[in-house]
């Protein structure tokens, strides 16, 4: 492994773990700060919604992952980011376990297992296969 | 209702990702993250065209997954979203031309696969 494609997997892996840890927490504080009976219906109420403190944790969360998902784009392909960054949905599942205390059943296992393993697979290839120009001047080390 | 807005926010979803996409890609490797030049990245990526139309996408899509959220369950408005999986690779290797190898289009099917599972 040359020094340039170590550093590129490096960056890719720390960045995918952002991506990957705060979206499915943004959606689950977003989910907790609006109950089933939260009224939306003008856009002054989603704006309102926006405030209460949980809806506010899960936005800051998913600008976060926006932000994340945006730098990992910068470099690697959509279809080399779509499949890796699908790990989320596992950790959509640890967390109804973990945090709601939901059961994981036998045919969530398998989907696991399968998100898992063709992650494992497109992971291990190169991000990126089209050019790309260096970033602007000012921006490079 | 609950399908109409889960159209919207697929529809919403894969215009915003693929745009933001082409714009990163233009915008080329961020390299540097030291705060001095994240801010000028940000400042560039205010004046992308393909990332302004991409947010906008990405805002749809964000109002209608509150909207869902208000309505039905976690387990059931994040799940749905893997539709958006089988369109973004498709034109990720139509509109952007990428390389889709056999070997992403392979951990593709088995990612669509596993979320189908873990979301039924």
Redesign the interface.
């Known amino acids: 492994m040359t020094p340039e494609t170590a550093r590129l997997r490096l960056k890719t892996w720390i960045c995918t773990l952002i991506v990957v840890f705060s979206n499915?927490f943004g959606?689950?504080f977003?989910?907790r700060g609006?109950p089933?009976s939260?009224h939306?219906s003008t856009p002054l109420e989603?704006i309102a919604?926006l405030f209460q403190p949980f809806v506010a944790l899960g936005v800051l969360l998913?600008i976060v992952w926006?932000l994340s998902?945006?730098?990992l784009?910068?470099?690697a392909?959509?279809?080399?980011?779509?499949?890796v960054t699908?790990v989320g949905?596992?950790v959509?599942?640890l967390i109804?376990k973990v945090l709601l205390h939901e059961t994981i059943t036998d045919?969530?296992w398998?989907?696991?297992?399968?998100?898992?393993?063709?992650?494992a697979?497109?992971s291990?290839?190169a991000p990126s296969?089209?050019p790309?120009?260096?970033?602007?001047a000012?921006?490079?080390? | 209702m609950i399908w109409a807005l889960v159209a919207l926010m697929v529809g919403a979803t894969t215009a915003g990702?693929?745009l933001?996409?082409a714009g990163?890609?233009?915008?080329?490797?961020?390299?540097?993250f030291r705060p001095g030049?994240i801010g000028?990245?940000l400042a560039?990526?205010a004046r992308n065209r393909f990332?302004i139309a991409g947010v906008a996408a990405?805002a749809i899509s964000?109002?209608a997954?509150?909207?869902l959220?208000?309505?039905t369950d976690?387990?059931f408005a994040?799940?749905v979203s893997?539709v958006t999986?089988v369109m973004?690779?498709v034109?990720?290797?139509y509109l952007?031309?990428?390389?889709?190898?056999g070997?992403?289009w392979?951990?593709?099917?088995?990612?669509i696969?596993?979320?189908?599972?873990?979301?039924?």
């Open positions: 499915p959606d689950y977003l989910k609006l089933d939260a939306l989603y919604a998913l926006q998902r945006m730098a784009l910068s470099w392909d959509l279809s080399y980011v779509l499949p699908s949905y596992v959509v599942a109804g045919r969530r398998a989907g696991i297992v399968l998100i898992m393993a063709g992650v697979l497109v291990g290839s296969t089209v790309r120009p260096a970033e602007p000012g921006g490079s080390r | 990702e693929v933001q996409a990163m890609r233009r915008h080329g490797e961020i390299r540097d030049a000028r990245a560039a990526m990332v990405m964000f109002f997954l509150m909207k959220l208000s309505m976690l387990s994040v799940p893997a999986y973004e690779t034109l990720a290797k952007l031309k990428e390389r889709v190898s070997l992403r392979v951990g593709a099917a088995l990612v696969c596993g979320v189908t599972l873990v979301s039924l």
